[in-house]
Nanobody, 131 residues
Framework: QVQLVESGGGLVQPGGSLRLSCAASKFTLDGYDIGWFRQAPGKEREGVSC????????YYAESVKGRFTISRDNVKNTIYLQMNSLKPEDTAVYYCATTLGDSITVTVSTRGIPRCGFGSWGQGTQVTVSS
């Protein structure tokens, strides 16, 4: 069974930074799409960023492009999301996710094209951007 454990969320002022981490176990990251999506209260899930299993390409939602950076450490079987220049609209629960699962229910898309699909995710970590 896939295990993904997120950490690093918290309260930060607008313009600040946070670094999320996601430790994976019972599978290796390499070979699967891996990334992050978020969900704010009353809103739909939004694919934020991902690393494609195909060639390791990275993708970002337009709402975070230029501010967030995704990375992967294959030795530690961990991915990260560096979030800079945070805005109040970034407030959400952030989930680490991967392709493994019964069905793909969340995607990261750019220009309307799905780039990565997620079928399993962790319990999430809260990010709150507020002064």
């Amino acid at each position: 069974q896939v295990q993904l454990v997120e950490s690093g969320g918290g309260l930060v002022q607008p313009g600040g930074s946070l670094r999320l981490s996601c430790a994976a176990s019972k599978f290796t990251l390499d070979g699967y799409d891996i990334g992050w999506f978020r969900q704010a209260p009353g809103k739909e899930r939004e694919g934020v960023s991902c690393i494609s299993h195909s060639g390791g390409a990275t993708y970002y939602a337009e709402s975070v492009k230029g501010r967030f950076t995704i990375s992967r450490d294959n030795v530690k079987n961990t991915i990260y999301l560096q979030m800079n220049s945070l805005k109040p609209e970034d407030t959400a629960v952030y989930y680490c996710a991967t392709t493994l699962g019964d069905s793909i229910t969340v995607t990261v898309s750019t220009r309307g094209i799905p780039r990565c699909g997620f079928g399993s995710w962790g319990q999430g970590t809260q990010v709150t951007v507020s002064s």
